[in-house]
């Protein structure tokens, strides 16, 4: 039976959100709530959206899809913990004022500057699309780092993830890869200076292959001189 037949059921109907007839990445999580807690959010956003009919302010729906997001990604209480979770991370002082610092970035976002694509599979060209829809590979593939020049123009910069909707980091690349944030910073003598080159790569992968990539990218890292690395998991 199709997802759009008459006889689908509302357990069908969200599901198919992630990945299915009626993708939607803003929606995915829903995936991950009862029927009972999509049905509830759902009427509570529908009567939002009556009240801003009148008010116009459409803030409200906005936070009430942001706290089920917050609700349909969270484990329950009682479910193990994920199979790639650290209970505590080495902690390294900052051993100099940030304003004395050098400054990189990693993102998780799937940046990549035009005319430098990483090409997935080999593949030239990938389109956003083709990324959504086989998601399932990007999850056992080898994770690839893009070097990202920190004076790129944001004209300049590409991006594709199908873990995401990309569309804001689309119309501004600073939602997901905030380059002209960290410029303003620097020009208000907030930091010493940006690290010549910046980093990131599409966080929909294969986990175990990552950190076999790892050690790489941190020697490549380290070559940048960096103090601080603002980091930017999407």
């Given at each position: 039976?199709?997802?759009?037949?008459?006889?689908?059921?509302?357990?069908?109907?969200?599901?198919?959100?992630?990945?299915?007839?009626?993708?939607?990445?803003?929606?995915?999580?829903?995936?991950?709530?009862?029927?009972?807690?999509?049905?509830?959010?759902?009427?509570?956003?529908?009567?939002?959206?009556?009240?801003?009919?009148?008010?116009?302010?459409?803030?409200?729906?906005?936070?009430?899809?942001?706290?089920?997001?917050?609700?349909?990604?969270?484990?329950e209480p009682d479910a193990p913990?994920?199979?790639?979770?650290?209970?505590?991370?080495?902690?390294?002082?900052?051993?100099?004022?940030?304003?004395?610092?050098?400054?990189?970035?990693?993102?998780?976002?799937?940046?990549?500057?035009?005319?430098?694509?990483?090409?997935?599979?080999?593949?030239?060209?990938?389109?956003?699309?083709?990324?959504?829809?086989?998601?399932?590979?990007?999850?056992?593939?080898?994770?690839?780092?893009?070097?990202?020049?920190?004076?790129?123009?944001?004209?300049?910069?590409?991006?594709?993830?199908?873990?995401?909707?990309?569309r804001s980091a689309v119309r501004?690349?600073?939602?997901?890869?905030?380059?002209?944030?960290?410029?303003?910073?620097?020009?208000?003598?907030?930091?010493?200076?940006?690290?010549?080159?910046?980093?990131?790569?599409?966080?929909?992968?294969?986990?175990?292959?990552?950190?076999?990539?790892?050690?790489?990218?941190?020697?490549?890292?380290?070559?940048?001189?960096?103090?601080?690395?603002?980091?930017?998991?999407?």
């Open positions: 039976m199709g997802d759009h037949e008459q006889n689908e059921s509302f357990e069908a109907f969200r599901k198919s959100l992630s990945y299915g007839s009626r993708n939607d990445l803003n929606f995915k999580f829903f995936k991950g709530m009862s029927d009972e807690q999509v049905a509830s959010f759902l009427q509570d956003l529908l009567h939002k959206l009556g009240d801003a009919y009148d008010t116009g302010d459409v803030l409200p729906l906005i936070e009430a899809a942001y706290e089920a997001q917050a609700e349909g990604y969270s484990p913990p994920p199979r790639n979770s650290f209970e505590e991370g080495p902690f390294t002082p900052l051993e100099k004022a940030i304003a004395n610092s050098t400054v990189g970035m990693l993102t998780t976002s799937g940046h990549f500057v035009a005319g430098d694509d990483p090409m997935p599979f080999g593949e030239a060209s990938l389109t956003q699309e083709d990324a959504v829809n086989r998601i399932n590979e990007f999850l056992r593939e080898i994770p690839l780092l893009s070097e990202i020049p920190s004076d790129t123009p944001t004209s300049d910069l590409r991006v594709r993830h199908g873990g995401y909707d990309i501004d690349p600073n939602v997901t890869f905030p380059i002209d944030r960290l410029r303003e910073v620097q020009a208000r003598g907030g930091v010493r200076r940006l690290a010549s080159t910046f980093f990131s790569f599409p966080g929909a992968t294969s986990q175990g292959r990552l950190r076999s990539e790892l050690p790489g990218w941190v020697e490549r890292i380290h070559e940048e001189e960096i103090d601080v690395m603002l980091l930017v998991p999407v």
